[in-house]
């Protein structure tokens, strides 16, 4: 389970995600494509968002 911290504009359409996990600590994680009005991402990455993520 993680916790989202803090987004930053990466690129026109990326964001670059910080967040607190309980085994991985804080990490940074980038959404490609998370800015585009169509992307899978749209509404889901707010603040204190609480997500299952998997990192390959």
Known sequence: M???L???K???TNLIV???TDSLGCIQT???GARRPK???AGKLDL???AE???A
């Open 39 to 41: 992307s899978p991402f």
């Open 18 to 20: 910080s967040w607190c």
């Open 10 to 12: 990466l690129s026109d």
């Open 48 to 50: 204190f968002f609480e």
């Open 2 to 4: 993680a916790i989202l």
């Open 53 to 55: 993520i998997q990192i």
């Open 30 to 32: 980038v959404a490609r």
């Open 6 to 8: 803090r987004k930053r």
